[in-house]
């Protein structure tokens, strides 16, 4: 497999250092709260839940979240992954003060071995851009379950359709970031969210907020 296929480049290649500039207004400003129905406070809090002091985030955009939320100490280990060179700089500079480690992958391509072990592990907003069904994309978890220590949370949010509540605007716009493969979440149900988390975690939690789920994992199986 390359280590950047083409088929996955849609969900990452509109993340300019133009479209970052605007991302945190438009997107976890404005579209969490008034399109999505989860405001940005929602996502922060989930940080401050399951952040650990060796934490590992994958698709990072602006890190926008790793900013605003609280670590358990003052000098927590980050590692940044994403395929995107633009996240990675803008993330890495925001959060600078925590020195952080950057790698640049595609997180559906299996990961390196030497990657090391993290005690919380954060996929906020990515599922939904990552190409294919739920069973498809969830070649995620069996690539990040290695690096997860025994006692470590997996957890994040995605945009969702099926029967989830959804507004107009956000079936517009859902179907509009579809078409042009920034999202591809057409098949992407709460149900098939917990089948594929609990394939693999003994205890997980989804929690939903308008058409966004909030979920974390535990205990790998
Ligand atoms: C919608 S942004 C979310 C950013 C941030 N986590 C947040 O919640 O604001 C999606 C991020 O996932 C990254 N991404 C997309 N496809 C990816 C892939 N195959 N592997 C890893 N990261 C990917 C993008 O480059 C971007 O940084």
């Given at each position: 497999m390359k280590r950047f296929p083409d088929a996955h480049k849609p969900g990452y290649a509109a993340y300019s250092k133009l479209s970052l500039a605007i991302y945190d207004t438009?997107?976890?400003?404005l579209s969490n709260r008034f399109?999505?129905?989860?405001?940005s406070e929602f996502l922060t809090a989930l940080y401050n839940r399951n952040l650990s002091a060796d934490h590992l985030d994958v698709?990072?955009?602006?890190?926008f979240f790793l900013d605003k939320a609280t670590f358990p100490v003052s000098s927590p280990k980050i590692t940044l992954m994403d395929p995107n060179e633009a996240c990675l700089e803008k993330a890495a500079s925001r959060i600078a003060r925590y020195e952080p480690n950057k790698i640049r992958a595609d997180a559906l391509v299996p990961w390196l071995r030497q990657l090391g072990s993290f005690r919380s592990i954060g996929i906020n907003y990515l599922l939904h851009c990552l190409p294919g069904t739920m069973t498809e994309k969830s070649v995620l978890f069996d690539h990040l379950k290695p690096h997860l220590a025994e006692d470590g949370t997996l957890f994040g949010a995605t945009i969702l359709q099926g029967n989830v509540s959804r507004t107009a605007l956000a079936r517009k716009l859902m179907r509009i970031y579809n078409g042009k493969g920034?999202?591809?979440?057409?098949?992407?149900t709460r149900e098939s969210l917990e089948l594929e988390l609990s394939r693999r975690f003994k205890n997980v939690d989804i929690e939903m907020m308008g058409c966004v789920a909030l979920f974390s994992a535990n205990q790998p199986i």
């Open positions: 438009l997107v976890l400003g399109i999505w129905r989860c405001p698709g990072v955009g602006t890190g920034i999202f591809s979440n057409e098949n992407d």
